[in-house]
């Protein structure tokens, strides 16, 4: 059985993986950012925005969570939809494909969310 807590974890890893890349390359463009410069350039900088897509799968998640609701049927085929490997649209698959082909600690995270998702 799937445990909820601990694909929440394991997307948590995952989420940080990828700001964590995204900074490194803002930076090396940039400068070096506080870290609340960089929330703010995460938050406003239309190139980061499809991250939007897995931090609300996490808040739907939290929320859930939060509030001992079943999640909506369907929950982990979302999340495998969402963090498909395979060419898909929409604005986060393409740049997450990347990263996972570029940044080892994403891929390690990614592996992390499907196996939890077993």
């Not at 909506?72 to 999340?79: A, K, L, M």
């Amino acid at each position: 059985m799937v445990s909820l807590s601990e694909v929440r974890l394991r997307l948590l890893d995952l989420h940080k993986a990828l700001i964590d890349a995204e900074r490194r390359d803002y930076e090396r463009l940039h400068g070096r950012q506080s870290d609340t410069d960089f929330l703010e350039v995460l938050v406003k900088d239309p190139n980061l925005s499809w991250l939007g897509a897995l931090t609300a799968l996490i808040v739907r998640l939290d929320e859930a969570q939060e509030d001992g609701e079943a999640l909506e049927e369907g929950w982990i085929e979302q999340v495998r939809k969402l963090l498909t490997l395979s060419v898909a649209s929409g604005e986060f698959n393409p740049k997450y494909r990347q990263l996972t082909q570029q940044v080892p600690e994403v891929l390690v995270a990614h592996g992390a969310v499907m196996q939890a998702l077993r």
